[in-house]
Nanobody, 126 residues
Framework: QVQLVESGGGLVQAGGSLRLSCAAS????????MAWFRQAPGKEREFVAA????????DYVDSVKGRFTISRDNPGNTLYLQMSSLNPEDTALYYC???????????????????WGQGTQVTVSS
């Protein structure tokens, strides 16, 4: 199995940028399709972005397309989420997740993912 630790969250003004990182240990990151989810207070955890094992495929929720970029460094066992043009609606606890499913397509549900980090808080002030 794999252990995941997120970092890079913080407080940023609207319009600003942040880069989240997710460091993996245990089994190598390349064994998994990976994703970022987020959860705002009082709301369900929602899919943000996913990336295939090789990094050749990506998927985004509509609300972040053009603003967020997911990437991965398999040799370095690290997943990233570059976030720009942040707005207060992006405020949430951000989680990275690993899926052992063979196919990359449609991995947008919480139940598709086997392993989770503890989350990193992103707060965007207006």
């Amino acid at each position: 199995q794999v252990q995941l630790v997120e970092s890079g969250g913080g407080l940023v003004q609207a319009g600003g940028s942040l880069r989240l990182s997710c460091a993996a240990s245990g089994r190598t990151l390349s064994s998994y399709n990976m994703a970022w989810f987020r959860q705002a207070p009082g709301k369900e955890r929602e899919f943000v972005a996913a990336i295939s094992r090789s990094g050749g495929g990506t998927d985004y929720v509509d609300s972040v397309k053009g603003r967020f970029t997911i990437s991965r460094d398999n040799p370095g066992n690290t997943l990233y989420l570059q976030m720009s043009s942040l707005n207060p609606e992006d405020t949430a606890l951000y989680y990275c997740a690993a899926s052992a499913r063979l196919l990359f397509s449609g991995l947008v549900r919480v139940s598709d993912y086997n392993y989770w980090g503890q989350g990193t808080q992103v707060t965007v002030s207006s």
